[in-house]
Nanobody, 117 residues
Framework: QVQLVESGGGLVQPGESLSLSCAAS????????MGWYRQAPGKQRELVAAITSGGTTDYGDSVKGRFSISRDNAKNTVYLQMNSLKPEDTGDYYCNARFVGTTTEYWGQGTQVTVSS
């Protein structure tokens, strides 16, 4: 089993910054891609950003240029730096982990991000 523990959500005003982190533990041998997805009320879950163990990144169109994903492989932790936050960034943010050689993926419990004045 794999456990993903997220931290760092909260309430911020538009234009402010916030950072999230997600620590993986358990059977994480062959863990490759880690990422963040978000889900706003009434909407489908969407990709925010992802990063492979080799450092290749992928971003959702709405966050390009504002968000940055990074990873510490030694700590099995992925980080999401969110700058210039907008009200439309509000939602539940979920950490995701995928593994080499399998379609199995794991999700964290989610952390709430609210951008409001």
């Amino acid at each position: 089993q794999v456990q993903l523990v997220e931290s760092g959500g909260g309430l911020v005003q538009p234009g402010e910054s916030l950072s999230l982190s997600c620590a993986a533990s358990g059977s994480i041998f062959r863990m490759d891609r880690m990422g963040w997805y978000r889900q706003a009320p009434g909407k489908q879950r969407e990709l925010v950003a992802a990063i492979t163990s080799g450092g290749t990144t992928d971003y959702g169109d709405s966050v390009k240029g504002r968000f940055s994903i990074s990873r510490d492989n030694a700590k099995n932790t992925v980080y999401l730096q969110m700058n210039s936050l907008k009200p439309e960034d509000t939602g539940d943010y979920y950490c995701n982990a995928r593994f080499v050689g399998t379609t199995t993926e794991y999700w964290g419990q989610g952390t709430q991000v609210t951008v409001s004045s």
